[in-house]
């Protein structure tokens, strides 16, 4: 049963460095991933918003409405906040056959 348990941590975990490996970037000219990233300019920014997981506490009170600190239950919600997203064009070199190439990036930041 043990050796059943770590043998899909081992499939787990060589999942997650597969998906890794193969999101980097891949060179045109010789198709290696392995190429260094030389510099990134913001293309545009944009203003959006993102669904974010908020946790809020109920707790006990007494009969003024006093809390007492005891914790009755956690409510999770989901709330719309506002977000900016920037797309980049992003120079890459390759290592094995230096050539250089474009790629556009883009990120998700919470305001």
Not at 1 to 11: K, L
Not at 81 to 99: H, K, M, Q, S
């Amino acid at each position: 049963m043990i050796m059943m348990g770590v043998f899909w941590i081992i499939v787990i975990l060589g999942t997650v460095i597969l998906m890794a490996y193969l999101k980097r970037p891949k060179c045109p000219q010789c198709g290696s991933r392995k190429c260094k990233r030389l510099y990134s300019n913001v293309i545009s920014a944009e203003q959006t918003y993102i669904d974010k997981k908020v946790t809020d506490k109920v707790y006990d009170t007494d009969m003024f409405g006093h809390s007492n600190g005891k914790v009755l239950q956690e409510v999770e919600r989901t709330v719309m906040v506002p977000a900016t997203r920037r797309y980049y064009d992003v120079t890459y070199v390759c290592n094995e056959c230096g050539t250089e190439f474009h790629r556009q990036e883009a990120s998700v930041d919470e305001n």
